[in-house]
């Protein structure tokens, strides 16, 4: 399984992005996906995942700001993120777990700053 993701940048507080993660290979069996984050010398923390029934679970630092969906027809998952904080700073990465194997795609850098 290969996860390609992308969509980061820089925005001023309050602002909006949204990630993608495309997944390549032997994706059958892929049951969870989800987007870790993490700030340099800080643990990787998770932000949200979902599973493939659609159930959806969130930290309590971004819940009521950021949305996970996927399309399966394209591979894809998404993070929306609205109302960007300063404290969102970070590496955001992407995570899939197959038939008990985690793959993680490299990471995209979200910067928000004023």
């Known amino acids: 399984v290969q996860l390609q993701a992308s969509g980061g940048g820089s925005v001023q507080p309050g602002g909006s992005l949204r990630l993608s993660c495309v997944a390549s290979?032997?994706?059958?069996?892929?049951?969870?996906m989800a987007w870790h984050r993490q700030v340099v010398g800080k643990e990787r923390e998770l932000v949200a995942f979902i599973l493939g029934g659609g159930l959806t679970n969130y930290a309590d630092s971004v819940k009521g700001r950021f949305t996970i969906s996927r399309d399966n027809a394209k591979n894809t998952v998404y993070l929306e993120m609205n109302g960007l904080k300063s404290e969102d700073t970070a590496v955001y990465y992407c995570?899939?777990?197959?038939?008990?194997?985690?793959?993680w795609g490299q990471g995209t850098q979200v910067t928000v700053s004023s």
């Open positions: 995570k899939a777990s197959r038939y008990g194997q985690d793959y």
């Open positions: 290979g032997s994706i059958a069996g892929i049951t969870y």
